[in-house]
């Protein structure tokens, strides 16, 4: 409920440092947005998380113009960043596996202003297993400023072991 986001939500909001590029798949830390994640435990299942991120206004490609609000393209990534690191966290999704993203769906709902924390609730569902590991999953999520729905997104994943992933890249 949103009761409960919210209760999430303001446990994290003064977070000021970025998690380690590596569980987001950069290569540079000002490509890191995601700032902190904290599980939300639903009946002893962790599917869901809150996100606090921290959004650069010098960002040299997302704000290489001045702008009054966070562009959607950025709000895109950083929905991205928490899917992958859900992954990684949650369902232990090895460092090197490959994310292949096979649909997004956005709705912005209002503008995300530059003054106010960024936050967002995601909800992984319809996981598929192999042979015990993650190899797809859907996230479904909401962005929050000042307890403000800015936009929802869900995303359809595929996770690929490495190996596998070279060899379909061959063909």
């Known amino acids: 409920t949103y009761t409960d986001i919210k209760h999430h939500l303001l446990k994290i909001i003064d977070s000021r440092k970025n998690i380690d590029r590596k569980f987001v798949h950069k290569n ?18 962790y599917d869901e998380v809150v996100t606090k991120y921290n959004i650069n206004l010098n960002h040299s490609f997302f704000f290489e113009h001045p702008k ?3 562009p959607g393209l950025m709000l895109i990534e950083a929905g991205r960043q928490a899917g992958t690191i859900m992954s990684h966290m949650i369902y ?7 994310f292949i993203l096979d649909d997004v769906q956005i709705k912005f709902l209002n503008l995300a202003n530059l003054d106010s924390p960024l936050v967002a609730y995601n909800h992984i569902k319809d996981k598929k297993f192999k042979r015990n590991k993650l190899v797809s999953l859907v996230a479904d999520g909401y962005f929050f400023q000042n307890e403000k729905k800015i936009a929802s997104m869900k995303s359809t994943w595929h996770i690929i ?5 070279k060899r379909m890249s061959r063909k």
């Open 161 to 165: 072991d490495p190996r596998i992933f």
């Open 92 to 98: 232990d999704v090895p460092l090197d596996y490959v």
């Open 68 to 70: 009054d609000h966070i």
């Open 28 to 45: 540079r830390d000002e490509n890191v947005f995601v700032s902190e994640v904290k599980l939300v435990n639903s009946n002893g299942i």
